[in-house]
Structure formats: structure tokens, C-alpha cells
């Protein structure tokens, strides 16, 4: 099992930009891939975008592609959620989750980093 703390959060402008961190412990991440999803209220959990192991590979939903951008450092057993162009719909808790590159389901969830971005 790998430990996940998300940090960066917080009110932003629309049009303005944030970046969010997510810390792992417990494991290196070099054999899990990465994801970041985000929960508003009354609505379903999302996924916005995930990385592979090496960062070679990455999906974005179409509601942040072009906007969002992910990235891992394995060394600092980090994930990163660039987000630039932020709008008033991009208000949610965003949630680092990681799965072991053999599995299909995300198993590790950090507990979440609020992002509200006023119109």
C-alpha cells in the first residue's frame, strides 16, 4: 500500500492557474501508474488524467485536456496536477490515486485538496 497526501489547493480567479502535489510514502511509486480525479458536489467522482509508471504514457478527459497537465518525479515519489485557464466548473476536491501497474483498479486514494475558482 502507498500513502497519499495531496497539498496545493485553494480559491483561485477563473482564467488563473494552480498546481497540485500529491506525496507518496510507504512505496516508491516506479511500479504504479497515477491518476487524478475530482469529486463536486451531487456529482460522481471523475477522472481527469492518469500517467503510467515511466511517464511515457498519459490520458486526459476532454472536459481539462488542453488545461490540465500531469506529470510524476519518481525520485521524489511525487505527482503533479498542473492546471491553468481554471473555470467556476473546475470547483471540486481533487484526489491523487495510484494502482499497481498490474491492476486495473485504483486502489490507494490520498483524502483530497479542495480547488474552488470564483467567476
Known amino acids: 500500500q502507498v500513502q497519499l497526501v495531496e497539498s496545493g489547493g485553494g480559491l483561485v480567479q477563473a482564467g488563473g492557474s494552480l498546481r497540485l502535489s500529491c506525496a507518496a510514502s510507504g512505496h516508491t511509486i516506479r511500479t504504479y501508474a497515477m491518476a487524478w480525479f475530482r469529486q463536486a458536489p451531487g456529482k460522481e467522482r471523475e477522472l481527469l488524467t492518469a500517467i503510467n509508471w515511466s511517464g511515457s504514457g498519459t490520458l486526459y478527459a476532454d472536459s481539462v485536456k488542453g488545461r490540465f497537465t500531469i506529470s510524476r518525479d519518481n525520485a521524489k515519489n511525487a505527482v503533479y496536477l498542473q492546471m491553468n485557464n481554471l473555470k467556476p466548473e473546475d470547483t471540486a476536491v481533487y484526489y491523487c490515486?495510484?494502482?499497481?501497474?498490474?491492476?486495473?483498479?485504483?486502489?490507494?486514494w490520498g483524502r483530497g485538496t479542495q480547488v474552488t475558482v470564483a467567476s
Open positions: 490515486a495510484a494502482r499497481l501497474s498490474t491492476t486495473a483498479t485504483y486502489d490507494n
